[in-house]
């Protein structure tokens, strides 16, 4: 597979980047359950398909201590049982947020949900990791960006 357009050579794109990783830096200082972001990020790439996001936070996941079991399970959160209820309603926000177009929007109740299980600031961190995320995957799947070649940590 080749990509329509070498997206990260291109100096437009480049540009952009750029400002979406330092938007992402932004996050570093928000203390959230160790590895929820990295659920999180699976779960919106699955979503919409994106292998780049998947090879990489997968790995990335991995790396860091998560379990094949619960890698695995991430598509099937809401039938899995090896998820903590914060998790879970992390992951309900983060499907909620990636499929705003379907309709429904973020309905109370998942936002209730979870505002239960974190602060202002940890909320303010999970709605900015989803649209991160979400540009992230559109940057990669639009242009067909090749996945599978990803090394744990090679993007810092």
């Known amino acids: 597979m080749e990509a329509r357009i070498d997206y990260y050579a291109n100096p437009v794109a480049a540009k952009f980047a750029k400002y979406i990783n330092s938007a992402g830096r932004a996050l570093t200082d928000v203390s959230l ?14 979503i919409n398909g994106c292998g780049v996001c998947l090879d990489m936070h997968t790995k990335d996941a991995a790396h860091d201590g998560e379990t094949a079991v619960r890698l695995a399970m991430v598509a099937a959160w809401r039938e899995a049982t090896v998820f903590t209820e914060a998790e879970r309603a992390a992951l309900a926000l983060t499907e909620a947020g990636t499929r705003l177009a379907d309709g429904e929007g973020v309905r109370d109740d998942i936002w209730d949900n979870a505002r239960k299980h ?39």
């Open 118 to 156: 974190f602060d202002e600031d940890q909320l303010a961190a999970l709605v900015s990791i989803i649209a991160i995320i979400n540009a992230y995957n559109r940057m990669n799947a639009i242009p067909q960006i090749p996945a599978g070649s990803y090394q744990p940590g090679q993007w810092g």
């Open 33 to 46: 359950p160790e590895g929820l972001h990295n659920l999180m990020l699976i779960r919106a790439s699955q």
